[in-house]
């Protein structure tokens, strides 16, 4: 990942620039198949986003109402414009593969395929537009999941905070990047309050550990930044894992553990949106965690599927000759079960440890991308 912002922007100007060109050198008939792909695209998109938005805006509208806000409208357009574009970017592959079929649907019901064909066109080669605009796509869906989603991530957790009395994260633990464990019940969004806590800190010199239970903690900036626990035990394991000495109680005064470990990064720590090389990090710093592992390479084949459902959907389409619209919908739905049905079968079995993280991740990739182009080598065109 380009971490340089003048090389990172000039990279992306020479990305555009190539596409320019690629645009400018189409022929007439790749110019109105590509408009007729992202047409179709557009009103995928916007199809999909609204009944997203009436949808959710009709369960949550009595919560959003009820919350003590100087503007309701201001709380809604700030609850929205951070979740559309989460939504947006997790069905890009089914707006991909919607827009393929409506173009297929649309040049067949107006006869406009077999004349091109009989032209000396392909089926690949007439909607190789339409090809090149999902490869874009799947450039920018990569540019949204890295920058734009770990600054929303955030935003979406306390806008949620803010609908109804109180709202919990509920974990299982996490680690700081002193390689401390905190095992909380609950976080409270609200209050930034942990509860039901425990924490265990190695000493790489003598090999002890320190663990402690507190009832809660709340966090504590300045010159000593840490975590305040109350109403907790402090005791110390050997290296072989037994107790030395006696445990040490604390109350409401409480005990500072000095910690980098601050609120912002307590509720984006189990996020899977955040920047690549976070995730890469978080997969090195815990080989033994299956799930780090997996959310670094989900991140990699996520916005392969706006290449791989378009092509398994358009393989089915001309196989099976479809001129109807709503059939088409149909097996757009059907394929789009059917991939991610199997694609989160695979990444489950990878995150508990029953199958390799990679193996698991990339499998269902490989399986449908091998299925959808031999789908589509068999069709006589």
């Not at 912002?5 to 022929?27: E, F, Y």
């Not at 792909?37 to 109402?65: H, N, Q």
Request: glycine residues 6%; aromatic residues 10%.
């Amino acid at each position: 990942m380009i971490e340089d912002p003048s090389l990172r922007m000039a990279a992306w100007v020479a990305g555009g620039l190539l596409l320019l060109l690629a645009i400018l050198r189409m022929r007439v008939l790749d110019r109105y198949v590509g408009a007729l792909w992202i047409r179709s695209f557009l009103v995928a998109a916007l199809t999909m986003c609204g009944l997203y938005l009436v949808i959710d805006l009709a369960e949550k509208a009595d919560a959003l109402l009820k919350t003590e806000s100087t503007s309701h409208f201001r709380l809604i357009v700030e609850y929205y414009s951070c979740r559309l574009p989460l939504f947006a970017s997790r069905l890009f592959p089914m707006m991909c593969l919607a827009a393929t079929i409506m173009t297929v649907v649309s040049l067949t019901k107006s006869n406009e395929l077999v004349p091109m064909i009989l032209a000396g066109q392909s089926v690949y080669r007439v909607l190789g537009p339409a090809f090149l605009a999902m490869g874009t796509l799947v450039a920018g869906a990569m540019a949204v999941d890295e920058w734009l989603l770990p600054r929303v991530a955030l935003q979406m957790q306390l806008t949620e905070s803010r609908v109804g009395k109180e709202k919990f994260q509920e974990r299982e633990n996490v680690f700081d990047r002193e390689n401390t464990l905190w095992f909380y019940d609950k976080y409270n969004l609200r209050t930034r309050t942990m509860r039901n806590l425990i924490v265990d800190r190695r000493e790489p010199e003598t090999g002890r550990t320190w663990h402690i239970t507190g009832a809660e903690a709340r966090w504590v900036a300045g010159p000593r930044s840490g975590w305040l626990l109350s109403d907790g035990v402090q005791w110390t394991l050997d290296p072989l894992g037994r107790i030395e000495g006696t445990a040490h109680s604390f109350g409401k005064d409480g005990l500072l553990v000095d910690s980098t470990f601050s609120p912002d990064q307590v509720e984006t720590a189990d996020n899977p949106y955040q920047p690549l090389r976070e995730l890469a990090r978080q997969a090195l710093d815990h080989p033994d965690e299956p799930a780090p592992l997996v959310q670094f390479h989900t991140r990699l084949v996520f916005p392969l599927f706006n290449l791989i459902l378009p092509t398994l959907g358009l393989a089915v389409m001309l196989r099976r000759e479809v001129r109807s619209l709503m059939l088409g919908f149909g097996v757009c739905l059907v394929v789009g079960m059917a991939f991610f049905g199997a694609y989160f079968f695979f990444v489950n079995f990878g995150s508990k440890g029953a199958m390799d993280p990679v193996a698991a991740t990339w499998a269902p990739v490989v399986l449908f991308a091998s299925l959808a182009l031999w789908l589509l080598g068999s069709v006589r065109t």
